[in-house]
C-alpha cells in the first residue's frame, strides 16, 4: 500500500510544479487556439484534472506542457460539441469550432507559441478596456494572480474586482478584440500599459502584498522573462530601462532574508551574494537607454538601483546622486511614493532629522496614511534620533498595516528592542 500512495505523491508535486510554473503559458496558448478566456480557463483546468488522473498509471509525459495543451484543446472542443448539441445555432460554439477545426497539433517549441503569453499581454492591455481592467485582467489571466491577491494590491473590494474582470472578457469577445501583437505602427501606443503591468507583475513577485514568504520568485522570474520577450520585440529606451530595473532588484532576492525568511535591510545585506552577471546586465541596459535620452521613470528608478549595484558596500553609497535621480524622477511622474523613497535618500544624505521633516510633511498630507512604509520609514527616524515615543508609535501603527510576515516579523523585532 505504501509504494502506490508515495508514487501518487510524488505525482501530485509534479502536477503542483506544472501547475506554479507553467500554467499560464498553457492557457495563453489554449486561448489562441480556442479564442476565448473561459472556455480556455475551463480546458486548463480540465487537462490538470486529467493530469492527476493519467499521470499516476502512464507516467509523467516527457513535455507535460505540450502535453496539457493539448489534453485541454480536446476536451474543449468535446465541450463545444455537446453544447452545440443542444444549441446549434449558438454563433460562438460554432466560431469557436470553426477556429479550431483545421489547427494543427501544438509544438510548445514553435515561435508562436513561446510568444503566446506576450499576445496575451496586448489582448488584455487593448486601448478598448479600461486601465484598470487592462491591469486587473492581465495580472490574473498571464500571471495568474487570484482575485483576492490583485484586490489588496489595488486597495479594491474583490467583488469588485472581479466585476471588473468579467466586464473586460466580454468586452474583448464582444468587441472581437484580436489575440496579437500590434502592427508596429501601434505598438508605441500601446507600450505604456504594457510596461506598467509588466512593472506590477514583478513589483508584486519581488516585495509580495501579502503572505508567509517575502517574494514570490516565480513572479518576478516571470515578469523579466516577459520584458526580455518585449525587448526583443521593441527595444524602445523604457523598455530597456524596466527590464534594467528589474534585473537590478532581482540581483539581491537571495541577501534579502535570512535562513530564517526574516527580512534584511538593504544595508546590512551580504553584497557578495548579490547576482553579479544580472547586475552586469542591467547596467549595460541602463547605460543604453540614459544614451537615448528618450527615457523616463523606468529608466530613472534602474539608474538609482544601479548607483546601489556599484556601491561595494553600503557606506560608500553615493547618496547625493540617488537624491538627484529622485528629483528628476519626482517631476517626470510625480507620486506620493517616489516622495518618501526620496525622503529616505535625503536622510542617509543629509541626516535623519531632514528626513523626517519631510516623511511628517507626508502624513500630514494625508497621501500615505495607510501606506505601512511611510510609517515603518518614519519610526526608523525616530528611533535613530532617540525619539523612542514617536518611533513606538510609528512602529505600531505600521505593525497594524503590514499584511506580510517577514515584514511583520521584523517591525515586532523592532518594538521589543525599543521596549528592551
Same mark, same amino acid.
Given at each position: ?260 525568511? !526574516?527580512?534584511?535591510? $538593504? *544595508? #546590512? ?6 547576482? /553579479? =552577471?544580472?547586475?552586469?546586465?542591467? &547596467? ?79 502624513? !500630514?498630507?494625508?497621501? $500615505? *496614511? #495607510? ?6 520609514? /518614519? =519610526?526608523?527616524?525616530?528611533?535613530? &534620533? ?35
Amino acid at each position: 500500500m505504501t509504494e502506490p500512495e508515495d508514487a501518487a505523491d510524488r505525482v501530485q508535486r509534479t502536477v503542483d510544479a506544472v501547475y506554479r510554473t507553467e500554467s499560464r503559458q498553457v492557457l495563453a496558448t489554449l486561448i489562441r487556439h480556442l479564442g476565448d478566456f473561459d472556455i480556455a480557463e475551463e480546458a486548463l483546468h480540465d487537462a490538470f484534472r486529467a493530469a492527476l488522473e493519467q499521470w499516476p498509471k502512464d507516467g509523467v509525459p516527457a513535455k507535460p506542457a505540450a502535453w496539457l495543451v493539448t489534453v485541454g484543446r480536446f476536451k474543449a472542443i468535446d465541450g463545444i460539441r455537446r453544447r452545440a448539441r443542444f444549441a446549434p445555432l449558438e454563433e460562438h460554439s460554432e466560431q469557436v469550432a470553426a477556429a479550431i477545426a483545421h489547427e494543427r497539433e501544438p509544438d510548445l517549441e514553435d515561435p508562436t507559441v513561446v510568444d503566446d503569453q506576450l499576445r496575451l499581454i496586448f489582448t488584455c492591455c487593448h486601448p478598448a478596456l479600461s486601465p484598470d481592467a487592462q491591469t486587473a485582467l492581465t495580472l490574473r489571466e498571464v500571471c495568474g494572480l487570484t482575485t483576492e491577491e490583485i484586490a489588496r494590491a489595488y486597495l479594491t473590494p474583490a467583488p469588485t474586482l472581479a466585476q471588473r474582470i468579467v466586464r473586460a472578457k466580454a468586452k474583448i469577445r464582444e468587441a472581437r478584440i484580436p489575440y496579437q501583437v500590434p502592427r508596429p505602427d501601434e505598438l508605441p501606443d500601446r507600450l505604456d500599459t504594457v510596461l506598467r503591468v509588466i512593472y506590477l507583475v514583478f513589483n508584486e513577485g519581488y516585495a509580495a502584498s501579502a503572505g508567509p514568504e517575502l517574494t514570490r520568485h516565480h513572479l518576478s522570474a516571470e515578469a523579466i522573462r516577459l520584458g526580455r520577450l518585449l525587448v526583443d520585440l521593441l527595444p524602445e529606451p523604457e523598455a530597456l530601462g524596466l527590464l534594467a530595473l528589474m534585473l537590478l532588484h532581482e540581483s539581491r532576492r537571495s541577501s534579502r532574508t535570512s535562513t530564517t525568511g !526574516d527580512l534584511i535591510l $538593504l *544595508t #546590512d545585506q551580504d553584497r557578495s551574494r548579490w547576482d /553579479r =552577471a544580472q547586475i552586469a546586465e542591467g &547596467l549595460d541596459l541602463v547605460r543604453r537607454a540614459l544614451a537615448s535620452r528618450r527615457f523616463g521613470p523606468y529608466t530613472l528608478q534602474a539608474a538609482i538601483s544601479a548607483v546601489h549595484a556599484e556601491a561595494p558596500r553600503a557606506e560608500a553609497t553615493d547618496w547625493g546622486q540617488i537624491v538627484g535621480l529622485y528629483d528628476l524622477l519626482a517631476r517626470s511622474e510625480p507620486s506620493p511614493v517616489i516622495e518618501l523613497n526620496r525622503a529616505v535618500a535625503v536622510a542617509m544624505r543629509d541626516g535623519p532629522a531632514a528626513g523626517l521633516a519631510l516623511i511628517d510633511n507626508l502624513l !500630514d498630507r494625508g497621501d $500615505l *496614511t #495607510d501606506y505601512h512604509l511611510a510609517h515603518s520609514a /518614519r =519610526a526608523d527616524l525616530c528611533r535613530r &534620533l532617540g525619539k523612542r515615543a514617536d518611533a513606538r508609535a510609528s512602529y505600531e501603527r505600521a505593525l497594524a498595516l503590514a499584511r506580510q510576515a517577514p515584514e511583520r516579523r521584523f517591525l515586532e523585532r523592532r518594538l521589543a528592542e525599543l521596549q528592551d
